[in-house]
């Protein structure tokens, strides 16, 4: 029987005051976690630019997520790690880019 981490997972969720639903490999509760740490991120950014779009937002929650990623990549992490780092980095900006496309289209 195959984990359920590893079949893709279906969950609504909503972020930022839009309601998103992922289809993702991790588990409901990563995604939910991640989900959570991407609304917390965009509050941040929104406090201090209270007159930006929720678009504006979202790329600059983007650029914030990868300076972080880049930062962790100049570390002295175990290439294995960097790798899995990159490829969830990559996976919540795929899903950040979708929801903007969603917003302008």
Not at 72 to 83: A, F, R, V
Not at 88 to 93: A, D, G, M, N, V
């Given at each position: 029987?195959?984990?359920?981490?590893?079949?893709p997972?279906?969950?609504?969720?909503?972020?930022?005051?839009?309601?998103?639903?992922?289809?993702?490999?991790?588990?409901?509760?990563y995604?939910?976690?991640?989900?959570?740490?991407?609304e917390?991120?965009?509050?941040?950014?929104?406090?201090?630019?209270p007159q930006?779009?929720?678009?504006k937002?979202?790329?600059?929650?983007?650029?914030?997520l990868?300076?972080e990623?880049?930062?962790?990549?100049?570390?002295?992490?175990?290439p294995?790690?960097?790798k899995?780092?990159?490829?969830r980095?990559?996976k919540?900006?795929?899903?950040?880019?979708?929801?903007?496309?969603?917003?302008?289209?």
């Amino acid at each position: 029987m195959a984990d359920s981490a590893s079949s893709p997972q279906k969950i609504t969720k909503q972020i930022f005051g839009e309601t998103y639903t992922i289809v993702g490999e991790a588990s409901p509760d990563y995604i939910h976690t991640v989900a959570e740490y991407v609304e917390a991120r965009m509050k941040e950014i929104a406090q201090g630019l209270p007159q930006a779009s929720k678009t504006k937002i979202a790329v600059l929650c983007a650029l914030n997520l990868a300076d972080e990623l880049f930062q962790l990549k100049d570390k002295s992490l175990d290439p294995n790690q960097s790798k899995e780092i990159e490829d969830r980095t990559q996976k919540i900006i795929s899903l950040l880019e979708e929801g903007i496309i969603g917003d302008i289209y």
